[in-house]
C-alpha cells in the first residue's frame, strides 16, 4: 500500500499509525483523493440510509451500521468501536456504556418529550461527538445520524450551517 500523509486541519483527531493501515484502497497518494473517496462513500450511505424505515435508529447496532456504511469501502475499521484514545472522547474502554446511556436517555427524551425536538436532536448530536465511538469521522457521522432522528420524527434535518449532509440529494 502506497502510504501517504495526511494533513489534519486544526482541531482534528489524527489517526494512529495502525489506524491508517486500515486504508482499503491501495491507490490512494493524497488527502484530497480520500476525502473524495470517503465523501462518495457517504452518499451512498445516506442512499441506504434513506431507504430505511426510521424504527430503529437510536440502537448500537444502527450507530455502527450506519458508521460501516459511510466508510465502509474506505477503512477496514469502519463500523467498530475505535481501541486508543484521542484527542477528544470518553476513554475507549467507556464507549460502549457512554453510547448506550445515549441511546436510551434520547430515546425517553423522545418518548416523554423531555425536552422540544430541537433541544433533543442538539443533545443527542453534542453527547454523540463527545463521546467519539470511532477512529475517525466522527462529526460526519453525528450529523448524518443526528438528520435521520430529526427526520424519523418529521422534522427537518438542521441546516449545519452552509452545507448540510443531506443536501445534495434535495431537491
Do not use: C
Not at 472522547?89 to 425536552?115: A, M, R
Amino acid at each position: 500500500m502506497t502510504q501517504f500523509e495526511i494533513h489534519y486541519p486544526p482541531g482534528a483527531t489524527p489517526l494512529s499509525l495502525d489506524e491508517r493501515e486500515g486504508l482499503i484502497p491501495d491507490y490512494i497518494s493524497t488527502h484530497g483523493e480520500l476525502n473524495e473517496l470517503e465523501q462518495k462513500n457517504i452518499q451512498d450511505a445516506i442512499l441506504w440510509a434513506r431507504k430505511r424505515r426510521f424504527t430503529d435508529i437510536l440502537t448500537a447496532t444502527f450507530t455502527f451500521e450506519l458508521h460501516k456504511q459511510m466508510f465502509g469501502q474506505v477503512w477496514k475499521w469502519a463500523g467498530k468501536t475505535r481501541r486508543s484514545g484521542k484527542n477528544i472522547g470518553v476513554d475507549w474502554t467507556q464507549i460502549s456504556s457512554q453510547l448506550g446511556l445515549l441511546l436510551e436517555d434520547t430515546q425517553y427524551w423522545k418518548s416523554h418529550k423531555t425536552f422540544g425536538t430541537d433541544e433533543i436532536a442538539t443533545r443527542f448530536h453534542h453527547r454523540l461527538v463527545q463521546i467519539h465511538p470511532f477512529p475517525n469521522g466522527n462529526g460526519r457521522h453525528a450529523r448524518l445520524m443526528t438528520d435521520l432522528l430529526l427526520e424519523s420524527t418529521g422534522h427537518e434535518p438542521f441546516s449545519w450551517g452552509a452545507k448540510t449532509s443531506l443536501a445534495p440529494l434535495r431537491q
